[in-house]
């Protein structure tokens, strides 16, 4: 049984349609007669039937599994508008509408229900319930159709592949395609180096690896300063972006090793084995290429914590590494458990052969990683000298935020405009509201109005949330006054995790004790400690798996150290970030003595919020 009844229309006014062409591909769109063939049968029917043709919706290449369609979306848009531009959508077949029976019912009924119909003009149906079955059944046929299609085309473009050809998309940067072989009517095509841009992909191994002059190795957003800061251009000539780079450091094309068919066209990850490595000439060494993964994988920030380290009762745990070989700090107890200390967990399992590190009683470096946040960090002078650069960004962000909303008005602003002349223009009897080129520039700055108007209450909305709120002098004392409330409390759990959102890291060596940070999250906290009166915030969470049938402290996957091609074999630990050195110092206060350690002048600023010096 129809959803919806018959639509009746008043015999003696012609109905109104609205032509929907399409196929597939741009090339169809250049080459292919079926558009001119789908218009010139569509104006026949029109007229065949007494239909009032209004306007033509062409779609030159996109495809029908989904609804990602500039004019489809602009058809549905008029079609559903109140009143609709048009009673009836006329398209060649219904496979031109949709290939998918889901979204093809949806869109089918959302016409129905604004008093629109949607025909075929060779799959003519009627509005009784066989025909509505048809077709849906129709609609099923499509859809299968459509993915049998798909599969035939993956398994050929799979099969040019491994036979080493190039499959028609954009080369990657430094690469060019050149045609390699002719078959039959068909080129085929395969990768060679371009001479022109060759060299810029090897400048930035290079700068990864080794650096420009004596600044050592560069990390992505250092390489893309030196790149655009010395007029290196993109391909295109554009200037050079965090991503791009990161790509180019990471795609195995480079060592001559091209990934074909790694991603569905949702961007889900692919099983290795439906993956085609193509041979193409390599840019640079694999070594090189290693050497470089494993330095940006020691600079990954994106290490989650177990939830044993995140939720667990001690203070520094997971937070607490070895100043010697980077392993993390565990616990260690001592007369039955009447002592806790922090001991390197390598020179636990391996004995000094695989580490010299100390131990520190438990208590004694709680008190001082404690101590000296509370008087280095929480000063709201300090803080307030440290955050001045972040703060300075985020002033700028939010100028550049409404600079934006008031382009957006005026916009929306320029657009109403046009629109009452037009209206004047319609009253005055200068234009006529029946010209289809003026009803559609009319919907058209109808829809430029509204989505400007939607944006820049979006922006607006977004600028005056809490966490876009200016940074007081008295947020600040607040914060600091809070935050030392709370990393004095208690209760362990929720003073770790306070102390947590201040400082990621303690290392411990023999002779100094170092406490860092970020600017950023420590920015966050604040922000967030004024919307919800908290300063634990960021703290990774996650519920914790069963493990069956394997050892809960795996004994793969060691992880490198700052030194290249050097790894550890910690025990159940993820790897460590590498030391972060560029800051300011926190005070040049003169040390005070804590029991066998002097406290001394810190940095903080991506980071190192104090220093403890071991006595001589």
């Known amino acids: ?40 049968q569509g104006e026949a029917y029109c007229q065949e ?37 048009f009673d009836v959508v006329v398209v060649h077949s219904f496979s031109r509408f949709f290939r998918d029976e889901f979204e ?14 949607l025909v075929s003009i060779t799959q003519e149906l009627g509005d009784d319930p066989i025909h509505d079955m048809m077709r849906r059944i129709m609609s099923l046929f499509d859809e299968y159709q459509s993915k049998e299609n798909a599969k035939h085309v993956l398994r050929a473009l799979k099969e040019n592949a491994r036979q080493g050809f190039w499959n028609g998309s954009l080369p990657p940067i ?31 191994y290079r700068l990864a690896l080794e650096g420009a002059g004596s600044s050592g190795q560069m990390g992505v957003k250092a390489i893309v300063k030196y790149l655009n800061g010395k007029g290196i251009f993109t391909r295109d000539g554009g200037r050079w972006g965090i991503g791009q780079v990161h790509r180019i450091l990471t795609r195995r094309t480079y060592i001559g090793e091209h990934r074909f068919n790694r991603r569905s066209k949702k961007g889900e990850v692919k099983p290795e084995d439906e993956v085609i490595t193509v041979q193409v000439p390599a840019l640079v060494e694999r070594e090189t290429f290693d050497t470089v993964q494993q330095l940006l994988q020691a600079r990954n ?26 392993g993390a700090m565990t616990i260690r107890t001592g007369k039955g458990g009447r002592y806790r200390y922090y001991a390197c967990s390598i020179k636990a399992r391996q004995g000094e052969t695989g580490c010299k590190g100390r131990a520190i009683p438990m208590d004694k470096l709680d008190r001082m990683v404690v101590g000296h946040i509370e008087e280095r960090l929480l000063d709201p002078d300090r803080l307030e000298e440290l955050l001045g650069t972040v703060l300075g960004r985020r002033d700028d962000q939010a100028e550049r935020r409404r600079q934006h909303i008031a382009e957006l008005e005026r916009r929306a602003t320029e657009s109403e405009l046009r629109l009452k002349r037009l209206y004047d223009a319609i009253e005055a009897g200068v234009a006529d509201l029946d010209d289809p080129a003026l009803k559609e520039r009319i919907a058209g700055l109808k829809v430029i109005r509204d989505q400007a108007r939607a944006d820049a209450d979006r922006a607006q909305a977004l600028l005056d949330s809490p966490g876009h709120s200016a940074i007081t002098p008295a947020m600040i004392r607040g914060f600091a006054r809070r935050a030392r409330e709370r990393i004095r409390g208690t209760e362990g759990g929720y003073r770790r995790d306070h102390l947590r959102s201040l400082a990621q890291r303690v ?59 050097v790894r550890l074999q910690p ?11 560029a800051a300011r110092p926190i005070c040049k206060r003169a040390p005070t003595r804590i029991g066998a350690f002097s406290q001394l002048s810190g940095k903080y600023g991506d980071f190192d919020v104090s220093r403890a010096s071991r006595r001589a």
């Open 104 to 117: 093809m019912e949806y869109y089918y009924r959302k016409l129905a229900k604004n008093g629109v119909k």
């Open 1 to 40: 049984m129809n959803v919806h009844s018959p639509i009746v229309h008043n015999p003696n006014v012609a109905l109104r349609a609205a032509l929907y062409l399409r196929v597939s591909t741009t090339r169809q769109a250049e080459h292919d007669v079926s558009i001119p063939d789908q218009k010139r």
């Open 507 to 565: 290392e411990v060596a023999d002779d100094a004790i170092r406490i860092m940070g970020s600017k950023t999250e420590l920015l966050r906290t604040l922000i967030a400690g004024q919307v919800r009166a908290s300063a634990a915030v960021g703290v990774p969470r996650r519920v914790p798996g069963w493990r069956r049938e394997r050892d809960s402290n795996p004994r793969n996957g060691f992880p490198f150290t700052r030194v290249p091609g």
């Open 174 to 204: 430094g690469y060019r395609v050149v045609a390699a072989e002719q078959r039959g009517a068909k080129v085929k095509k395969k990768l060679e180096i371009d001479p022109l841009h060759a060299d810029t992909i090897r400048l930035i």
């Open 49 to 85: 039937r007494g239909y009032q043709l209004v306007e033509t919706f062409v779609e030159p290449g996109n495809s029908a599994t989904n609804d990602r369609r500039p004019e489809f979306q602009r058809m549905i848009e008029a079609a559903t508008a109140k009143p609709a531009s």
């Open 301 to 326: 920030p994106k290490v989650e914590l177990p939830a044993r380290v995140v939720i667990g009762p001690t203070l520094l745990t997971g937070i607490c590494y070895c100043g010697n070989c980077g």
């Open 571 to 581: 025990l159940g630990h993820l790897p460590s970030a590498p030391l972060m050195t």
